[in-house]
C-alpha cells in the first residue's frame, strides 16, 4: 500500500463514495437526479439552478491546475480552503486518537476543524520573531500526530515560512505524516510558494483558494493541491454536489486572462498600501510594532490594544483582536483596505 494513504483512517481507504451520478451526455434528459424540471423565470445564473452541477467540473479543475501549473490529476475544487482543511483532518484523524500539529500563532481553522473531529492539537510555538523552528516541530511530533499544518504567509503574523525550515520538516516526516501548507496569502508575498516541492514529496498538500488575491470570498472556491492518490482519497469524502453552479461560474470567469491582469494590478494596490499604512502607523505614538507582512494584512501591536480597538470600532472600523492567543494579546490584525479607508482608520487611531 501507498505509505501516504496507510496513514488514512481505515474506514476511510475502504469508502465508496457517493455517487453524484452526472451525465456528460449535455443532450440527456436528466430523469436520473430527482430535479425539478423548470428553471424559475428569474433564474439569470450562468447555470440553470435548478439542476445539480457536476461536483468536480472538469473545466474548473483544468483551469485551476493551467493557473498553478499543474496536473488536474492533481487537484481537487474545494468550497474555499476551509473545507480542504476539514477533508484532510477527517481523512486522517481518528476521533481521540490521533491529533494535529500547529505552529502558533496562526489560522484557528485548523484546530477547529481537528476539534469537531475529536483529534488533539499539538501547539508548537513560532520564534518570537514568528519563525518556523524546524527542530523544535520535530522535537514535538510523536506519530499519533497524522497531520501538520504551516501557513505562508501564516495568518495572522504575515511571515512567509522560510524554505528550508519548511523543507527540513517534509523531509523528516516523510511518509509519517501529512504536511499541508497553506498559501490564501501567496499571491501578495512575491514568493514562489511550495507547489515545486510536490513531486519530492508525496505526503504534500498545497491548499489555494480565490478568496483573497481573486476577491471571491463569497463564492467559496479553492482547491487542495496533491498527489494523484491523496486527491482520490480526500475526493471520496467530499458529498456529491458540493459545488454550486453559480461558484463554478465565478471562478472560471476570475481566471480568464483579463480577469488575471485585473487581478495582479490590484494586488500591485493593495502591497503599494501595505507599505504606506505600515509607515504610518508605525508613525503613531500609540504603535509599539508593525510586523513585517507578506499578506493583504498587517499585524500590529499597540500600548492599548484596545482603545485603538475602541476607536476603530466607533468609526465603523471593524479590526481583529487576539485576546487569547499568546504573544498576540497586545496586537491587532489590520486588512488592508483602498486608500481612503486606510486613511480613514489612521484618522481615528490618530484621534485615540
Known amino acids: 500500500m501507498n505509505e501516504v494513504l496507510a496513514l488514512a483512517r481505515p474506514e476511510i481507504r475502504a469508502l465508496v463514495p457517493a455517487a453524484a451520478h452526472v451525465n456528460g451526455i449535455p443532450s440527456a434528459v436528466r430523469l436520473h437526479a430527482n430535479e425539478n424540471p423548470w428553471a424559475d423565470e428569474a433564474d439569470v445564473s ?3 439552478l435548478n439542476r445539480y452541477f457536476d461536483g468536480q467540473p472538469q473545466a474548473l479543475v483544468e483551469a485551476l491546475a493551467a493557473h498553478y501549473g499543474t496536473s488536474p490529476r492533481n487537484v481537487l475544487v474545494t468550497r474555499g480552503s476551509d473545507e480542504a482543511i476539514d477533508l484532510i483532518v477527517r481523512a486522517f484523524c481518528r476521533a481521540g486518537q490521533d491529533r494535529i500539529l500547529v505552529c502558533t500563532p496562526t489560522f484557528g481553522m485548523y484546530r477547529f476543524s481537528a476539534e469537531v473531529q475529536g483529534a ?5 510555538p513560532l520564534s518570537p520573531d514568528f519563525r518556523l523552528d524546524a527542530g523544535l516541530l520535530l522535537a514535538r511530533w510523536t506519530p499519533e500526530a497524522k497531520v501538520v499544518f504551516l501557513c505562508s504567509p501564516n495568518n495572522p503574523t504575515g511571515n ?14 516523510a511518509g509519517r505524516a501529512i504536511v499541508a501548507i497553506d498559501e490564501a496569502y501567496l499571491e501578495f508575498s512575491g514568493q514562489p510558494g511550495f507547489l515545486g516541492s510536490l513531486p519530492r514529496h508525496p505526503g504534500l498538500v498545497i491548499l489555494r483558494t480565490l478568496s483573497k488575491a481573486h476577491g471571491l470570498a463569497g463564492a467559496r472556491c479553492g482547491a487542495a493541491i496533491a498527489a494523484p492518490a491523496l486527491i482520490e482519497l480526500l475526493g471520496r469524502i467530499m458529498p456529491p454536489y458540493a459545488l454550486p453552479g453559480p461558484t463554478v461560474a465565478a471562478a472560471l470567469d476570475a ?9 495582479r494590478t490590484r494586488i500591485e494596490a493593495i502591497v503599494g498600501e501595505r507599505m504606506r499604512l505600515a509607515a504610518a502607523l508605525a508613525a503613531l505614538p500609540g504603535v509599539a510594532r508593525v510586523w513585517p507582512s507578506e499578506g493583504n494584512f498587517l499585524l500590529v501591536e499597540f500600548r492599548d490594544a484596545a482603545r485603538a480597538l475602541g476607536a476603530s470600532a466607533e468609526d465603523g472600523l471593524l479590526l481583529r483582536e487576539f485576546p487569547r492567543q499568546p504573544k498576540l494579546e497586545a496586537s491587532l490584525r489590520i486588512t488592508i483596505g483602498s486608500r481612503a479607508e486606510n486613511d480613514r482608520l489612521l484618522a481615528a487611531l490618530e484621534r485615540a
Not at 522560510?162 to 523528516?172: S, T
Not at 481566471?255 to 487581478?263: F, G, I, K, N, V
Open 255 to 263: 481566471l480568464r486572462p483579463e480577469r488575471l491582469a485585473r487581478m
Open 46 to 48: 450562468p447555470t440553470a
Open 120 to 124: 488533539d492539537v499539538v501547539a508548537v
Open 160 to 173: 512567509a515560512l522560510e524554505p528550508e525550515a519548511v523543507e527540513r520538516v517534509l523531509a523528516a516526516l
